[in-house]
């Protein structure tokens, strides 16, 4: 059974860091993108960064200079370190992988960030 698991949110001043961690287990196959998304209250579900198959990393406009996604294979991890935090920050972020094995995407159950002004 796939199981996407977050970690590392919590509470931080504006200007701070977060590492957010998202390990994945039970085996995916054929992925073809690797994803943050991020969800404030009252707002739709924003995709932040994303890795493709082919290697490209894009970013949202609002977060790009200040968040870095990298993942690490051999742990089957994927990291968000998040720099200068702003209080729009805040939010429940969710890793997320498509995979052409599966009609549906693979969720973690998030891991809010909240971040004081």
């Known amino acids: 059974q796939v199981q996407l698991v977050e970690s590392g949110g919590g509470l931080v001043q504006a200007g701070g860091s977060l590492r957010l961690s998202c390990a994945a287990s039970?085996?995916?196959?054929?992925?073809?993108?690797r994803a943050w998304y991020r969800q404030a209250p009252g707002k739709q579900r924003e995709l932040v960064a994303a890795?493709?198959?082919?290697?490209?990393?894009n970013y949202a406009d609002s977060v790009k200079g200040r968040f870095t996604f990298s993942r690490d294979n051999a742990k089957n991890t994927l990291y968000l370190q998040m720099n200068s935090l702003k209080p729009e920050d805040a939010a429940v972020y969710y890793c997320?992988?498509?995979?052409?094995?599966?009609?549906?995407?693979?969720w973690g159950q998030g891991t809010q960030v909240t971040v004081s002004s």
């Open positions: 039970g085996g995916i196959f054929r992925i073809i993108v």
């Open positions: 997320n992988i498509k995979s052409l094995s599966s009609p549906y995407d693979y």
């Open positions: 890795i493709t198959s082919a290697g490209s990393t």
